[in-house]
């Protein structure tokens, strides 16, 4: 039973990586469509997202066989749980990717973004991608340095964020308050993600060592 | 053993009902904060947010147990699943209502809405609060109409929100875009914590039937 506890997890740990790698492709061309105003790309991504259904579809599937193994044990019954709660993150994320997407859309064939803050998304778009193949990373191998560099990216992403509403909010905006909306919204979109990808990570730890990352890399550096 | 499970499965819907009732009344209580700039009242709010970790935690603890009584069938490991998700729900609308206190504390002494968006948001907090009742009242009765019900107040949530926008985009607004980033903001927090409340519903009605609210009411009309 074991053999196949063990089999079955890694098959649910591939479906939940998959997702991952869907979220972080999905942010990509979404933040593409969004600088570049590319209506197709952003349809595309909007057009099809059964992809995503699916895997979800598949990932809750096999965390139920999992729970419905004779008698897993507490530790067991911990890992499998937050299998559940990781594919609810990363399906999130997914829909924050398909944020970004509705708003290119909306405002094409203007860009949605003024010129001074594209240089931002572009970054912020770059810092979302990493974080989702990070927490990916964290899923393959469930290194809690790993989930901890993605801490990281993430303050990168908060320090965007906050300059974002700085120029927002402190300059002399000259694109009206319909660019400040969308500029705010999207900015919400990417550092959602982002702490999600953080959230994935720090699960995957502590569901395969029942520690959080700071715990066992505190541990380690203490040795 | 099956009454074992049904004591305890009541145990953790009496749970997540609390937890329902308080991001409920930590709404109501931010909305004021906000109307009124009122900073006792969120920093009250703000200080005190172990409640609500203690409740999770606790009902957390309880669906564990569920899931560790031997051999739940897999109806029942669906009902316990979902406790977790409805656990996840709650606790978000709850910090979305911190988020709202956040606000009026960060702009007092100023009131952080122009006057006219006020009713805007008097209007979403009346809507958001009745919302987690209404979800807390799904939670104890499990009744698929009343999951339905909560679709109405997050419809007229939706249409504030759309119309809050139009206040924002199309008229003159004369507040400048700070105040236009905050409105932007908090609304959002209200749109998003009514959407988590309607998933509470869906999500208790499918534990309880296996069904969507939609597939029971649709086949008892078609008695």
């Known amino acids: 039973?074991?053999?196949?506890?063990?089999?079955?997890?890694?098959?649910?740990?591939?479906?939940?990586?998959?997702?991952?790698?869907?979220?972080?492709?999905?942010?990509?061309?979404?933040?593409q469509a969004l600088l570049q105003a590319d209506l197709d790309v952003a349809e595309r991504l909007l057009e099809d997202s059964k992809g995503m259904s699916k895997l979800v579809a598949?990932?809750?599937?096999?965390?139920?066989?999992?729970?419905?193994?004779?008698?897993?044990?507490?530790?067991?019954?911990?890992?499998?749980?937050?299998?559940?709660?990781?594919?609810?993150?990363?399906?999130?994320?997914y829909a924050l990717a398909l944020h970004v997407a509705k708003v290119a859309r909306m405002r094409h064939p203007d860009p949605a973004l003024p010129e001074e803050v594209r240089g931002y998304f572009a970054e912020m778009g770059r810092l979302?991608?990493?974080?989702?193949?990070?927490?990916?990373?964290?899923?393959?191998?469930?290194?809690?340095?790993?989930a901890l560099a993605l801490d990281t990216d993430d303050d990168a992403m908060d320090d965007l964020h906050r300059h974002l509403f700085s120029v927002l909010m402190d300059r002399e905006w000259p694109h009206g308050v319909a660019a400040a909306v969308d500029v705010t919204l999207l900015g919400r979109y990417y550092?959602?993600?982002a702490d999600h990808a953080v959230a994935v990570g720090r699960r995957v730890v502590f569901q395969a060592t029942g520690q959080t990352p700071?715990?066992?890399?505190?541990s380690v550096e203490s040795d």
Chains 1, 2 share one sequence.
């Open 58 to 93: 598949d990932a809750e599937e096999q965390a139920f066989r999992l729970l419905a193994l004779q008698a897993p044990v507490a530790g067991e019954l911990r890992e499998v749980v937050s299998g559940f709660q990781i594919a609810a993150d990363i399906d999130r994320m």
């Open 1 to 31: 039973m074991r053999t196949a506890y063990h089999e079955q997890l890694s098959e649910l740990n591939k479906t939940l990586g998959q997702m991952c790698e869907l979220s972080g492709t999905t942010m990509e061309h979404a933040t």
């Open 191 to 193: 550092e959602r993600f």
């Open 214 to 218: 700071e715990q066992i890399v505190g």
């Open 128 to 146: 979302a991608v990493r974080l989702a193949q990070g927490a990916r990373d964290v899923l393959d191998t469930e290194d809690a340095s790993a």
